[in-house]
T-cell receptor, first 117, second 114 residues
């Protein structure tokens, strides 16, 4: 069965600090996709990134970067020079690949990130 | 392009009642998925519909059901409500062509069962 673990329930840092959110996953599939979503107080989940299991290149998008390591089944997310607007709950999710296209995301428990001014 | 819309945004029901939630996907999207979010269980997948057919289902009792209409709008129904059904119900839409298509989420319906 697929499982995603985000061991950090809550993180609180001061603005401009760097922060890393951890994500560890379990799956028996050889092909799968990993996602990060952000949930601000409004409740709507906002897509941040998708990664497939064959692409282990790190990705950087502005202040955000992602480190995918298949050997440790981890897909960690780093925010550099954090800002108050980054305060939200962040979810890591896993998707299997279905030939029929059936969709299902398995989410971690989420990490509540608070950036203090 | 309008995003995913969910109605109503808030709902209060009592135990034993039934409830219907609605989701309108992004125009052109044919897949609609439903998720339940609670503080204890987190985000859990309920089911997914594509072209009016249920294509995937999570581990929820039969009291939870859904359907999709020809215009891709979807409804979710919960019968015989229990206190534990209090949650934020999120709907997500995608083109649905591939199982790993990006899903776009709506703002959710917050259901409170008294």
């Amino acid at each position: 069965a697929q499982k995603v673990t985000q061991a950090q329930t809550e993180i609180s840092v001061v603005e401009k600090e760097d922060v890393t959110l951890d994500c560890v996953y379990e799956t028996r599939d050889t092909t799968y996709y990993l996602f990060w979503y952000k949930q601000p107080p409004s409740g709507e989940l906002v897509f941040l990134i998708r990664r497939n299991s064959f692409d282990e290149q790190n990705e950087i998008s502005g202040r955000y970067s992602w480190n995918f390591q298949k050997s440790t089944s981890s897909f960690n997310f780093t925010i550099t020079a954090s800002q108050v607007v980054d305060s939200a709950v962040y979810f890591c999710a896993l998707s299997e690949v279905s030939l029929q296209g059936a969709q299902k995301l398995v989410f971690g428990q989420g990490t509540r990130l608070t950036i203090n001014p | 392009k309008a995003g995913v819309t969910q109605t109503p945004r808030y709902l209060i029901k009592t135990r034993g009642q039934q409830v219907t939630l609605s989701c309108s996907p992004i125009s052109g999207h044919r897949s609609v998925s439903w998720y339940q979010q609670t503080p204890g269980q987190g985000l859990q997948f309920l089911f997914e519909y594509f072209s009016e057919t249920q294509r995937n289902k999570g581990n929820f009792p039969g009291r939870f059901s859904g359907r999709q209409f020809s215009n891709s709008r979807s409804e979710m129904n919960v019968s015989t409500l229990e206190l534990g059904d209090s949650a934020l119900y999120l709907c997500a839409s995608s083109s649905g062509q591939l199982s790993y298509n990006e899903q776009f989420f709506g703002p959710g319906t917050r259901l409170t069962v008294l």
